[in-house]
């Protein structure tokens, strides 16, 4: 069994309307996804205000409710307090344990991993990886296509300086699928849907949508192709909602598809069971610890 996770920040849930982008005349694919192999989850987490990216990525990767650990809804960048819950532990070093393999296949623009560690803000997601330093893509793997930037086709890259060759959507998902099938699991993270989100610029929201959608087009058909189980999920909604500039309540989707999609849908309803579920898929017989952790407000 190996998993595609495909972390998309900032899609929430939410019916037709004419600031919602998330539509099929924009994104076919991911709408298709959406209707047809996806449940809604809660991404509120049981505590009042908007749900944010440092505590909703917090609770997704480690199976804790970070937003009531924290007593609120942290935003951006983990503090101290969410960067010992994660590096205490976290989805891929419960799997390394196991004795598997993971990737993060966004690629870092450096050269060596203590590049990363001095960076003074780091994201959730770097902050797992350097958990488990084997897993950080850097621009040699990058070179070689064995990773993919965030922005999917190296555009932004490109503009600011760095020397790469901009590729087509499906280039990048051939990429990121290559890599997926030598690893049992992989993460791919993708945050202009949340920027675009936050910009309330519809146009620019539809590019951004357009560009994911040639993308999943690619990788749902090559991990249909190789037995390989994708996961899409969000932390929490903003872009389906362009008349606020800020994140939403809305849930999010949690697509499966794949072997053992049905299984895995079933079991999961908020941001919390993600962790646990997919351990327990990749790890026949394992039970996850449960994590007692006290709320520090
Ligand atoms: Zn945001």
């Known amino acids: 069994m190996k998993v595609l996770f495909l972390f998309i ?13 998330v539509r099929p005349e924009v994104c076919p694919v991911l ?3 959406i209707e047809k192999h996806s449940v809604s ?11 944010q990216s440092a505590t909703g990525q917090a609770t997704m990767f480690t199976g804790v409710n970070a937003s009531q650990y924290m007593g609120r809804h942290c935003e951006g960048f983990p503090g101290p307090s969410l960067r010992k819950l994660i590096e205490e532990d976290n989805i891929m070093m419960e799997l390394t344990r196991k004795g598997l393999r993971c990737r993060f296949a966004d690629a870092y623009m450096i050269d060596r991993v203590d590049d990363l560690r001095v960076r003074r803000f780091k994201s ?16 040699d793997d990058l070179m070689e296509n064995q990773a993919v930037t965030h922005d999917i086709t190296r555009a932004t890259f490109k503009e600011k300086g760095h020397d790469v060759k901009v590729i087509t959507p499906r280039e990048a998902a051939e990429h990121l699928v290559q890599v997926a099938r030598a690893y049992d699991f992989t993460l791919f993270e993708f945050f202009q849907s949340d920027l675009s989100g936050h910009s309330r610029n519809y146009d620019q929201a539809c590019e951004t949508l357009r560009t994911l959608d040639a993308f999943l087009d690619g990788v749902v058909r090559l991990c249909e192709a190789s037995g390989i189980l994708m996961i899409l999920t969000s932390d929490h909604g903003n872009i389906e909602d362009l008349s606020t500039r800020g994140h939403t309540r809305n849930p999010v989707p949690f697509i499966a598809l794949g072997p053992q999609a049905g299984q895995v849908m079933n079991a999961v309803s908020s941001l919390i069971d993600i962790t646990p ?13 449960q994590r007692v952790v006290k709320p520090i407000g």
């Not at 989850?41 to 749900?51: F, K, S, T, Y």
């Open 31 to 33: 709408c298709s996804l």
């Open 277 to 289: 579920r997919l351990t327990r898929l990749l790890v026949p017989g394992y039970v996850p610890v």
């Open 124 to 139: 959730v997601t770097t902050v797992m990886a350097l958990t488990q330093p084997d897993v950080i893509s850097t621009q």
């Open 9 to 21: 920040d900032g899609v929430g849930l939410r019916a037709p309307a004419p600031d919602n982008p």
């Open 41 to 51: 989850i809660d991404a509120c987490l049981a505590v009042d205000g908007l749900p």
